[in-house]
C-alpha cells in the first residue's frame, strides 16, 4: 500500500483527520537491467572570491572512464565539445541520467567527451567515453586486475606492505582529498595521486588509500563512524602511527577531546580491521570484509550508492506490472514527495572545500526568487553573513543545491 496525502508542513494528526488520496495496488513487479557506469568520480570547488574548478576525483578500473584514459586531478573545461560554466559543470549527474535514457531507448554507442588538462599545464585534450564497454567490467561476478596496470612493488618491510601493494594493484586511482592532513599544497595546485579502497558497513564507512608519489610507500587509513565519529591516521608499511586526526561524534559534546590513548586506541583498531578483517570473499572484490557484513560497492552512483540485493523469487514470480500500474505507481510516489518537480523537499548539502553543511528548503511550486530558502547551517539558524554568502554563490545558479548529486559532492 502506498498512503499520499499533500505536500506542507507536517503536523500531528487530531482525532477526525483522514488520509486523503490512499491509492491500493495489487504486487507486481518492476524489473530491470542494470546499466553499465562511466566509471568517474568528480570534485570541485565554488569560490567567490577564490579559485573555482571541477576535477576528476576518481577513475574506477575496468570501467569506461578507465579504458578511455581519464585521468583523477585533471581539470574538466568542455563536456561533448561546448564549454561548460561550473554552474553547469555541477549538474554532470543530470547528463548521466540522460546518456544512460540514449542508451534505454537502444542506442548502441554511447559516447561522453570530456576537454581536460593537469593542474598548471597548458596542454588540453579530450578524452571520449563509450558505453557499453568492452570486457573487463567493473563490478562482474569474478574480480580481474585492472588493465594494463603495472604490478606494484613495495620496497618497506612490515605488517601493512601486502596489504598496501594489494591497494596499489587493484585500488581506484584517486586524488588527495585531505591535503592540509597530508601537508601537500591544494589539490587544484599540486594534485597527488594514489589507489584506495573503501568498505562501508551499518557501524562505520573505513577507506585506505596508498600512494608512492613522494618517494616511498604511504598510507593514509580513514574511518567515519556515526558513533566515534571521523578519524584520519597517516602511517605506512611498518604499521607505525606518523600522524593523526580524530574527531569525536557530532553527538558529542562541543568541547570533547580525545586522549592520546583513546586516538592511539582507534588507531590500532583500524590497523586490525585491515589486517584481520578484511580479505576475498566473493570472488567480486579484491577486498570484502570476511564478516560478510558490507554494503555493495558495485555502482557508486553517490559516494557510497550501492547495487541492490537480487530479488526474491517470490518477487520474481509476481506479475509484470502494465503501463496503468507503472502510472499509478508514479502518481503515488508523487504524492508522498517523491516527485521533486512538483512537490516541495529539504535538502542537505556541503560546500566544497568547507566543513559547514547547509540546509534548504526548495519549493518547484514558488516563483524562481523564491524557489529556494536557506534554513540551517550546521543545524543551526544562519547568520545573516550566511545569508549574505548564500545569495552571492547560489541564487544566481537557479538552486544550485537543489543539482548537487547526493548533496555532499558531486560523484559520477
Not at 554552474?87 to 531507448?105: E, N, S, V
Not at 562482474?140 to 601493512?160: D, F, N, Q, Y
Request: hydrophobic residues 40%; aromatic residues 8%; proline residues 7%.
Amino acid at each position: 500500500m502506498v498512503a499520499a496525502g499533500w505536500h506542507g508542513s507536517a503536523a500531528e494528526p487530531t482525532p477526525g483527520d483522514e488520509i486523503e488520496d490512499v491509492t491500493t495496488l495489487a504486487a507486481f513487479n518492476v524489473k530491470a537491467d542494470r546499466f553499465e557506469e562511466f566509471g568517474f568520480r568528480v570534485t570541485g570547488q565554488l569560490a567567490i572570491p577564490g579559485t573555482s574548478y571541477a576535477m576528476i576525483a576518481e577513475v574506477f578500473p575496468n570501467t569506461a572512464a578507465s579504458k578511455a584514459g581519464l585521468r583523477p586531478s585533471e581539470l574538466i573545461t568542455k563536456v561533448d565539445g561546448k564549454r561548460r560554466s561550473i554552474f553547469a559543470l555541477i549538474g554532470l549527474a543530470k547528463t548521466q541520467d540522460r546518456k544512460w535514457a540514449a542508451l534505454a531507448a537502444g542506442k548502441t554507442n554511447v559516447t561522453w567527451s570530456f576537454g581536460v588538462h593537469a593542474p598548471g599545464s597548458k596542454d588540453r585534450r579530450v578524452v571520449t567515453m563509450t558505453i557499453p564497454s568492452p570486457a573487463p567490467h567493473w563490478g562482474s561476478k569474478t574480480w580481474t586486475a585492472p588493465e594494463g596496470r603495472v604490478p606494484a612493488e613495495v620496497k618497506e618491510p612490515g605488517p601493512l606492505s601486502d596489504r598496501a601493494r594489494d591497494v596499489l594493484d587493484n585500488g581506484i586511482w584517486s586524488v588527495l582529498r585531505a591535503e592540509t592532513f597530508f601537508g601537500v599544497q591544494p589539490r587544484y595546485l599540486a594534485p597527488v595521486l594514489g589507489y584506495e579502497w573503501r568498505i562501508v558497513q551499518p557501524s562505520a564507512t573505513h577507506r585506505i588509500w596508498v600512494t608512492q608519489q613522494r618517494g616511498r610507500t604511504e598510507i593514509i587509513r580513514e574511518q567515519k563512524s556515526p558513533a566515534l565519529g571521523h578519524s584520519l591516521f597517516l602511517t605506512s608499511p611498518s604499521g607505525a602511527l606518523e600522524k593523526a586526526s580524530c574527531r569525536p561524534a557530532k553527538k558529542a559534546k562541543q568541547d570533547a577531546t580525545l586522549s592520546d590513548e583513546e586516538v592511539r586506541s582507534r588507531f590500532e583498531a583500524e590497523l586490525v580491521f585491515w589486517l584481520t578483517q578484511v580479505g576475498r570473499v566473493s570472488g567480486r572484490w579484491p577486498f570484502e570484509p570476511l564478516s560478510g557484513q558490507a554494503e555493495d560497492i558495485a555502482i557508486l552512483g553517490k559516494q557510497a550508492a550501492e547495487t541492490a540485493a537480487a530479488p526474491s523469487e517470490s518477487f520474481l514470480k509476481l506479475p509484470r506490472a502494465d503501463d496503468a500500474q507503472r502510472a499509478l505507481f508514479s502518481d503515488a510516489l508523487g504524492k508522498v514527495g517523491m516527485d521533486e518537480d512538483r512537490w516541495a523537499y529539504t535538502e542537505a548539502a556541503r560546500a566544497f572545500g568547507d566543513e559547514l553543511e547547509t540546509t534548504v528548503r526548495v519549493d518547484p511550486s514558488q516563483p524562481p526568487a523564491q524557489r529556494t530558502v536557506l534554513v540551517g547551517v550546521d543545524g543551526k539558524r544562519p547568520k545573516s553573513a550566511h545569508l549574505q554568502r548564500w545569495r552571492d554563490e547560489s541564487r544566481s545558479a537557479e538552486a544550485i543545491l537543489g543539482e548537487l548529486p547526493g548533496g555532499r559532492a558531486w560523484w559520477m
